[in-house]
């Protein structure tokens, strides 16, 4: 069975710090990972998409990246903003055709002016 | 890119009442939904996966007598929670997946509160 494990937990940092998010899994045995965003008592955003043979995703000043064999995956953020205060979440996707991603528990991003 | 509309985002209602909640995918087909519940600082937990034309799949634990599923069209899928009791106050979620069927689109979720 899959697990899924983000650290840190929570993470509360002064605007424009660049920012890195893990998220760690136990089955390599993946079709693709992807990182959302959840706003408080909202839904889920999604924020970038790696395929299991890529490296890295970009978008913006955000930069995810995979090591599918290590089972581990980060969320690069640059120049951090309050505006990016929220929950991330990391969701891996299993090949072999169900494709029922598991999620991780998230990090909780404060970004303070 | 696909928007899955989830209504609505937020009903409160009395001890063994039931509430129903929709999930439609906007602008292209579902031939699957699925169904998350989030508690507070916790991740999505699947429910179940909605089957068009079919019965729905449930995952282990979840009472399909509670939480009824229908998914009668390519568009709609509904949970509807039965004689609702405080401990099935949650955040649900539902997601529609992508007509390649590799990944899915969520809606903005329902807060549901019970009294």
């Known amino acids: 069975k899959q697990e899924v494990t983000q650290i840190p937990a929570a993470l509360s940092v002064p605007e424009g710090e660049n920012l890195v998010l893990n998220c760690s899994f136990t089955?390599?045995?993946?079709?693709?990972l992807q990182w959302f965003r959840q706003d408080p008592g909202k839904g889920l955003t999604s924020l970038l998409l790696?395929?299991?043979?890529?490296r890295e995703q970009t978008s913006g000043r955000l930069n995810a990246s995979l090591d599918k064999s290590s089972g581990r995956s980060t969320l690069y953020i640059a120049a951090s903003q309050p505006g990016d205060s929220a929950t991330y979440l990391c969701?891996?996707?299993?090949?072999?055709?169900?494709?029922?991603?598991?999620f991780g528990r998230g990090t909780s991003l404060i970004v303070h002016p | 890119g696909a928007v899955v509309s989830q209504h609505p985002s937020w009903v409160i209602c009395k001890s063994g009442t039931s509430v129903k909640i929709e999930c439609r995918s906007l602008?292209?087909?579902?031939?699957?939904m699925f169904w998350y519940r989030q508690f507070p600082k916790q991740s999505l937990m699947l429910m179940a996966t909605s089957n068009e034309g079919s019965k729905a799949t449930y995952e282990q634990g979840v009472e399909k007598d509670k939480f009824l599923i229908n998914h009668a069209s390519l568009t709609l899928s509904t949970l509807t929670v039965t004689s609702a009791h405080p401990e099935d106050s949650s955040f649900y979620i539902c997601?529609?997946?992508?007509?390649?069927?590799?990944?899915?689109?969520f809606g903005a979720g329902t807060r549901l509160s019970v009294l």
């Open positions: 969701a891996v996707n299993p090949s072999g055709g169900s494709y029922i991603p598991t």
């Open positions: 089955d390599s045995a993946i079709y693709n």
């Open positions: 997601s529609a997946r992508d007509p390649g069927g590799r990944f899915q689109y």
């Open positions: 602008d292209f087909q579902a031939t699957t």
């Open positions: 790696i395929q299991s043979s890529q």
